[in-house]
T-cell receptor, first 111, second 111 residues
Framework: DAGVIQSPRHEVTEMGQEVTLRCKPI?????LFWYRQTMMRGLELLIY????????DSGMPEDRFSAKMPNASFSTLKIQPSEPRDSAVYFC?????????FGPGTRLTVL | TQLLEQSPQFLSIQEGENLTVYCNSS?????LQWYRQEPGEGPVLLVT?????EVKKLKRLTFQFGDARKDSSLHITAAQPGDTGLYLC???????????FGSGTRLLVRP
């Protein structure tokens, strides 16, 4: 198995632009999580999907952030419009029992 | 809200030395997990401990869980450069799906 796949690995964009991050979870895992990691705040849970349904989006910072999971093998996290304070590493993780498997992350830089 | 505090924040040691890092919780752990995150990658689960007083070993790594289930330590014997990374403790908040992470200990093992 290839593990959790995220794309792109790096994204540099200008303030105000739309950013879309992509995630392919491990096949057979029915839970998917999006996290954000910064030096100041560490790893923070943004949103959790179970069986493709958003269960908890209380960690999404504001309305500029949205996430979808149209099927069991694909999820997106969109930021529109992006701001410099959104610069961080964004991780996607999928779960088997109590173990979360993380993707390699997308390093986002908003100028 | 449960808070996980890790210490020290940073540790730089010479290859071959021993070290211990700590994780303390403001409330009783549900199910404590230790992760290691290498530069440019996502966290990878090392171990899960559930029972107070539990000790688990993973090659040169020894994990201890406090009797009261509010603290844990990770001891590395004869550290190697490959041990370099960010060590994170985490707990499932209120035994739910939500994983809360500590801020981590950043370890550098110099050759």
């Amino acid at each position: 198995d290839a593990g959790v796949i995220q794309s792109p690995r790096h994204e540099v964009t200008e303030m105000g632009q739309e950013v879309t991050l992509r995630c392919k979870p491990i096949s057979g895992h029915n839970s998917l999580f999006w996290y954000r990691q910064t030096m100041m705040r560490g790893l923070e849970l943004l949103i959790y999907f179970n069986n493709n349904v958003p269960i908890d989006d209380s960690g999404m910072p504001e309305d500029r952030f949205s996430a979808k999971m149209p099927n069991a093998s694909f999820s997106t996290l969109k930021i529109q419009p992006s701001e410099p304070r959104d610069s961080a590493v964004y991780f996607c993780a999928s779960t088997s029992y109590n173990e979360q498997f993380f993707g390699p992350g997308t390093r986002l830089t908003v100028l | 809200t449960q808070l996980l505090e890790q210490s020290p924040q940073f540790l730089s040691i010479q290859e071959g030395e021993n070290l211990t890092v700590y994780c303390n919780s403001s409330s009783v752990f549900s199910s404590l997990q230790w992760y290691r995150q290498e530069p440019g990658e996502g966290p990878v689960l090392l171990v899960t401990v559930v029972t107070g007083g539990e000790v688990k070993k993973l090659k040169r790594l020894t994990f201890q869980f406090g009797d009261a289930r509010k603290d844990s330590s990770l001891h590395i014997t004869a550290a190697q450069p490959g041990d370099t990374g960010l060590y994170l403790c985490a707990d499932y908040m209120d035994s739910s799906y939500k994983l809360i992470f500590g801020s981590g200990t950043r370890l550098l093992v110099r050759p």
